[in-house]
């Protein structure tokens, strides 16, 4: 069996277990033609309807929710490479929610105030979002590379600050639509049309310019991470940054740019977010993409292609949970799938170091006899 097959099966096998869970959760609680049933209407609220379709149905059975499904995959992707990134040198990245909620500010900022023309209206706002959350990543990459505090830590603080800072102050406050006039309206001012990421279908479907944006991302890493020497470098600190920093790799550096560029991926999601659906900062940024992400990069196994995957198809099971409510069973189940998978995955990984670490051991080496003390002759 080939090394990468034998990578990429344990989270295939870790997804169908959670599938065939949950399927027996709702059999359990109702029967298992509901539990099938229920299955079969979460796919055709990611996949679309084509039985309807074929037999004469609109198209809009088959785009809307094709759409749907884009719109949460491209969201779960780039944050999915947010953390892929940063494990690449070795890092955790659990702050992507926080870089995601500034990079999502400034895009709904830069979206409102500026004018500009589309052409350049729409880059300017990614850039601004990317920048807004490489530099909040960047705080923690400060932190770990000058005193040593641990990057779980410290972006698992600056979470909570981006959200007491944006939730709680900024868009509640200084800008929030209407604040000068004493309106009583909720998020920052809609942004400008020319900022608007264009429907790539037109009224048939909300897919958007994100959607491709994304994935010509997840290409382009997996390019520099597999062919560029910066990217093999980025690979090499993440394996041994002693040994690469004996080879003369700049490890400190190759270390924050990557944490750099995590922070900026989890930034241009929030962009995607604001200028494709939300169209303003809304009172509170309550999708917990940022969190999502850590489950998509470990089923991906860390590998953009293998994220990919991950966030196209949670995305469609996401998309389409909300019809599972058609039958009485909660909506959450999708989450439940992707965080049962995420439990699998990281049981391997676990069993795999324990049993790593018991064949590196020493084999105990059989103890010598003790000489028996010699008698005294008379």
Known sequence: MGERLRAVLPSVFSVFLALAVCWGFIALTRDAETASEAYLHMLRGGLGDWGMYLEGGRLTLITRPL????????????????????????????????????????????????????????????????????????IAAGLKLARGVHEVISTIMLNWVAVSLVDNWLVLGPLRAGAAAGLSTTGTAEIAPSAQLPRLLGELSRLHLGFPLALGVALVLWVWLARLRTGFETRAVGLGPEAARAAGIPVTRRT???????????????????????????????????????????????????????????????????????????????????????????????????????????????????????????
């Open 67 to 138: 759409g749907e499904a884009a719109i949460k995959a491209s969201l779960l992707l780039l944050t999915g490479l947010s953390v892929t990134v940063a494990f690449k040198v070795g890092l955790f990245n659990i702050g992507a929610q926080g870089q995601m909620l500034v990079g999502a500010l400034a895009a709904a900022v830069v979206g409102a105030q500026l004018q500009l023309p589309a052409v350049l209206h729409i880059p300017a706002a990614l850039l601004a979002a990317g920048v807004a959350g490489g530099l909040w990543a960047l």
């Open 256 to 378: 924050a740019e990557a944490m750099g560029l995590a922070g900026a991926l989890a930034g241009l999601a929030g962009a995607v977010l604001v200028l494709g659906t939300e169209l303003k900062y809304p009172g509170s940024l309550g999708a917990p993409y940022g969190f999502d992400g850590i489950a998509i990069s470990l089923i991906g196994a860390n590998h953009p292609l293998g994220v990919t995957l991950s966030a196209l198809f949670f995305g469609v099971l996401r998309a389409g949970g909300t019809r599972m409510q058609l039958l009485g069973v909660h909506k959450s189940y999708p989450e439940l799938i992707q965080g049962l998978a995420l439990l699998f995955v990281a049981g391997r990984l676990v069993w795999l170091a324990l049993l790593r670490r018991k064949a590196a051991a020493p084999a105990p080496t059989a103890r010598q006899p003790e000489p028996s003390p010699e008698v005294p002759r008379a």
